[in-house]
């Protein structure tokens, strides 16, 4: 935990310049928008749009997410973000707790 806010995190031991990669995620780990409309979930999102409207529901794209998460959590171990699903079962620091 860092500072007065408890907040978990990293932070820099030096400056780092402008532009400069620190972090590298392969793009078949990341959880995006795009890629939930894209996928799996596509049919049932463009059959229910209006459950995920965002001129209805500001926060769509949370909700969207949401819906990802529970269809991958009711896959089990058979999908690929189970790791990722199991840890923020049990790690209440996570980015489901963050605000836009």
Do not use: H
Not at 54 to 80: C, D, Q, R, T
């Amino acid at each position: 935990m860092f500072g007065s806010l408890n907040i978990v995190g990293a932070m820099a031991s030096c400056d780092i310049p402008s532009n400069k990669v620190v972090v590298c995620i392969p793009n078949r780990l990341l959880i995006n928008k795009q890629r939930i409309l894209n996928g799996e979930l596509k049919d049932l999102i463009n059959s229910n749009y209006s459950l995920f409207d965002e001129k209805l529901y500001p926060s769509n794209e949370f909700n969207i997410f949401v819906v990802f998460l529970i269809y991958e959590k009711l896959k089990g171990e058979s999908s690929f973000f189970f790791p990722y699903i199991q840890i923020i079962q049990e790690n209440p620091y996570t980015m489901l707790d963050w605000c836009q």
